[in-house]
């Protein structure tokens, strides 16, 4: 089993930044991918962005150019920075785990305000 903790939530006025932290423990694997989804109120999930162990990265069209996801593998923690916040970012987020199996976290709610 893996456990994801969130950290970093909140509330911020449009054009503000956050970051979020996860932080992985349990039975973690050094070759993994970590990363976020969201969901936003009366939406699916969404993957925003993902990261490999090895660095690779993809983000959702939505946040490209506004969102950096980055990792520290020696703390097991996936970060995400979010800079020019929109309302429509509004959600909570998720951090995903992957290794065979796919684990997310209780998630952390972030508002955008306009």
């Known amino acids: 089993q893996v456990q994801l903790v969130e950290s970093g939530g909140g509330l911020v006025q449009a054009g503000g930044s956050l970051r979020l932290s996860c932080a992985a423990s349990?039975?973690?694997?050094?070759?993994?991918?970590m990363g976020w989804d969201r969901q936003a109120p009366g939406k699916q999930r969404e993957l925003v962005a993902r990261m490999a162990s090895h660095g690779s990265t993809n983000y959702a069209d939505s946040v490209k150019g506004r969102f950096t996801i980055s990792r520290d593998n020696a703390k097991n923690t996936v970060y995400l920075q979010m800079n020019s916040l929109k309302p429509e970012d509004t959600a909570v987020y998720y951090c995903?785990?992957?290794?065979?199996?796919?684990?997310w976290g209780q998630g952390t709610q972030v508002t955008v305000s306009s």
């Open positions: 995903y785990y992957y290794w065979l199996n796919d684990y």
């Open positions: 349990g039975n973690i694997f050094s070759i993994n991918t």
